[in-house]
């Protein structure tokens, strides 16, 4: 019922910052939490960030004070702004959507987007 598109991935050196986006076929108004998850090579996927709907955030340890997420209801998209970047922030970043309304109902599921590689070296 959700489809999510990621963008903004790519090559950086330590030190420097991407921007992520993460456009909804829905209004993101009606999702109840979304957020970024990551993956890197032979580990398990991990939460990077969260924000309700409320505009409440939740940050990984790791991440705090380095990244932001945001949301911008009118365009549908949800970004993660990301600084100071380390090699270990190195992996595959996911949008997710937890909780949907859509036509009158609620769906309790998650769905993910596609991911977008992101690697921090030099």
């Known amino acids: 019922q959700v489809q999510l598109v990621e963008s903004g991935g790519g090559l950086v050196q330590p030190g420097g910052s991407l921007r992520l986006s993460c456009t909804a076929s829905?209004?993101?108004?009606?999702?109840?939490?979304m957020g970024w998850h990551r993956q890197a090579p032979g580990k398990q996927r991990e939460l990077v960030a969260t924000m309700t709907s409320g505009g409440v955030t939740n940050y990984a340890d790791s991440v705090k004070g380095r990244f932001t997420i945001s949301r911008d209801n009118a365009k549908n998209t949800v970004s993660l702004q990301m600084n100071s970047l380390k090699p270990e922030d190195t992996a595959v970043y996911y949008c997710?959507?937890?909780?949907?309304?859509?036509?009158?109902?609620?769906?309790?599921?998650?769905?993910w987007g596609q991911g977008t590689q992101v690697t921090v070296s030099s």
């Open positions: 997710n959507a937890l909780g949907v309304y859509i036509g009158g109902s609620y769906y309790s599921s998650r769905y």
């Open positions: 829905v209004s993101i108004s009606s999702i109840n939490v």
